[in-house]
């Protein structure tokens, strides 16, 4: 299990670390049954007492660099999805090679605060947030 800060809804967890301004996530599911979850990863800095979404994060729930981004993805009972990462360097995901908008930011183009990730199910009828990283 990776080392971090964990969520639990409804045996959905969400497990956050940061190393080096890298924060990386892993996502397990506990629940007896298959849950099928959005691919867009949402990325919240706290504001005031609660969170509002962060837009530059660029983040999707795949396995992969070259697993498709669109749709909904199934995480079986028992399972655990490890996405690329988030390369704050560039407030994209990791394995983006600095294509778009933030490319040209360069070093600590996220800043500094209180951040989790955010996931959804589907249907819309679940979020299931991190516990908050910090990133410096």
Do not use: I
Not at 52 to 73: E, H, I, M, N, P
Not at 111 to 130: E, I, K, N, Q, W
């Amino acid at each position: 299990m990776l080392p971090g800060l964990l969520s639990d809804h409804n045996r959905l967890h969400v497990l956050a670390a940061l190393h080096e301004r890298r924060a990386s996530f892993v996502v397990q599911n506990h629940d007896p049954s298959t849950v099928q979850l959005a691919r867009e990863v949402v990325v919240e800095r706290a504001q005031g007492a609660g969170f509002a979404r962060f837009d530059q994060a660029g983040l999707a729930l795949r396995g992969s660099c070259t697993d498709d981004a669109t749709g909904c993805v199934a995480l079986a009972s028992g399972g655990e999805l490890r996405p690329p990462a988030w390369d704050t360097h560039k407030a994209a995901a990791a394995c983006d090679q600095g294509a778009g908008p933030t490319a040209a930011r360069g070093p600590h183009a996220v800043p500094a605060g209180r951040y989790r990730f955010v996931l959804h199910t589907c249907d819309g009828g679940r979020a299931v947030p991190s516990e908050p990283f910090e990133l410096r």
